[in-house]
């Protein structure tokens, strides 16, 4: 009963900044956690951020910690990633998930029940 698109992916070069947008469907969007993962060919996928349902709570990856944020518009049913001060490191499909409840740190996709179709980021040095 969730459906989830992403959009906002490109090219840019390192140093650069995206935002990525997760747009949903559904009036109970704002009561998900909703978490962003990243997958590079021959990799598992992995976790970037996670966003409670009220957008109090938030965990990042180390990796990104200090250089991507989060944020949603409940009303608009939208979650943003911006992704600042991007590094080639970065480059993967991006993609957005909401759970109908988290059981731990919202860490590992199996957590996730609803999942988007992902959108490519691309960072060149």
């Known amino acids: 009963q969730v459906h989830l698109v992403e959009s906002g992916g490109g090219l840019v070069q390192a140093g650069g900044s995206l935002r990525l947008s997760c747009a949903a469907s559904g009036r109970t969007f704002s009561s998900f956690p909703v978490g962003w993962f990243r997958q590079v060919p021959g990799k598992e996928r992995e976790f970037v951020v996670r966003?409670?349902?009220?957008?109090?709570?938030?965990v990042f990856a180390d990796s990104v910690k200090g250089r991507f944020t989060i944020s949603r518009d409940n009303a608009k049913n939208i979650v943003y990633l911006q992704m600042n001060s991007l590094k080639p490191e970065d480059t993967a499909v991006y993609y957005c998930?909401?759970?109908?409840?988290?059981?731990?740190?919202?860490?590992?996709?199996?957590?996730?029940?609803?999942w988007g179709q992902g959108t490519q980021v691309t960072v060149s040095s």
């Open positions: 998930a909401a759970s109908e409840g988290l059981y731990g740190t919202g860490s590992s996709p199996a957590e996730y029940d609803y």
């Open positions: 966003i409670s349902w009220s957008g109090s709570s938030t």
